[in-house]
T-cell receptor, first 113, second 114 residues
């Protein structure tokens, strides 16, 4: 079983739609959680951290459910520029000093006009 | 742009050969991590270098090795190349203060092994 699992998609949505991605992780002792964004043939970039209390950054809302071991990302009012691959990232227990990020496969979002 | 640079951008090698990839970290960043991203997959952690020492390693065989230099730049060396080594190799640098997850990725080197 992969440490971090995501539905690869693609998710095809019209502009203005609300779309949600989920990600599950296998290690219940995992410490920290993030969403990264990767545009086609570009490097990944940190989108936002994920906290148990939930956090929001403009149109983006991230949520962590430790009991069920899943992380979600909600994008409201989708823009064409949101088209990208969204990578779920986990820092496993004991790895906070090694910089080891565990990435999911990524979920591809295509926003259509 | 993150300020992290990698060279070369593309590379084609033959199975069994050796390759060296280079990374210059963002100014002031003293930690470099290397990742391998196969097509359609997320990046996989290879190892991290801090103060010129390996500071954590993922599930990669010993033929993947690295170096960090006093100016914090880094090299990734892969010996005895295999077809499955074809991937995008990303390096990421981190600042001396702040959390280790704060990593800034370079544009990557795309390696093709034939």
């Amino acid at each position: 079983r992969k440490e971090v699992e995501q539905d690869p998609g693609p998710f095809n949505v019209p502009e203005g739609a609300t779309v949600a991605f989920n990600c599950t992780y296998s290690n219940s002792a995992s410490q920290s959680f993030f969403w990264y964004r990767q545009d086609c043939r570009k490097e990944p970039k940190l989108l936002m951290s994920v906290y148990s209390s939930g956090n929001e950054d403009g149109r983006f809302t991230a949520q962590l459910n430790r009991a069920s071991q899943y992380i979600s990302l909600l994008i409201r009012d989708s823009k064409l520029s949101d088209s990208a691959t969204y990578l779920c990232v986990v820092i496993p227990y004991g790895s906070s000093n090694t910089g080891k990020l565990i990435f999911g496969q990524g979920t591809t979002l295509q926003v259509k006009p | 742009e993150t300020g992290v640079t990698q060279s070369p951008t593309h590379l084609i090698k033959t199975r069994g050969q050796q390759v060296t990839l280079r990374c210059s970290s963002q100014s002031g960043h003293n930690t470099v991590s290397w990742y391998q991203q196969a097509l359609g997959q997320g990046p996989q952690f290879i190892f991290q270098y801090y103060r010129e020492e390996e500071n954590g390693r993922g599930n990669f065989p010993p033929r993947f090795s690295g170096l960090q230099f006093p100016n914090y730049s880094s090299e990734l060396n892969v010996n005895a190349l295999e077809l499955d080594d074809s991937a995008l190799y990303l390096c990421a640098s981190s600042p001396p203060t702040g959390p280790s997850y704060e990593q800034y990725f370079g544009p990557g080197t795309r390696l093709t092994v034939t």
